[in-house]
């Protein structure tokens, strides 16, 4: 029979495997590097790490980058568009 400790460890590796799974179906998440970035996992196959100062200095300009993508939005493409010029290609 599994005494309580067992259960209680078994209980709390079942949180901690929901909480792992709830974080891979968000999409998005963050974590600081082990050089102390902050890394954005989700976005592509590697994660896009960058330092606070970093992050700061873009996340002042994103009305900037909003508008520069509004104004060239019939020259970009998205990642979808970029899988299926792959494949006919």
């Known amino acids: ?27 998005l998440r963050l ?9 954005v996992y989700g976005l592509q196959r590697m ?6 100062n970093q992050w700061l200095r873009l996340l002042d300009m994103a009305g ?8 060239h939005i019939n020259e970009l493409s998205e990642k979808s568009d970029l899988a299926d010029r792959s494949d006919n290609a």
């Open 31 to 39: 974590k600081v590097s082990a050089k102390g970035g902050v890394s």
């Open 47 to 52: 994660p896009i790490t960058l330092y606070k």
């Open 1 to 27: 029979m599994i005494d309580d400790d067992e259960k209680s460890e078994l209980e709390r590796l079942r949180r901690e495997n929901s909480a792992l799974k709830a974080q891979l179906t968000t999409g």
């Open 64 to 71: 900037e980058i909003r508008a520069f993508l509004k104004e």
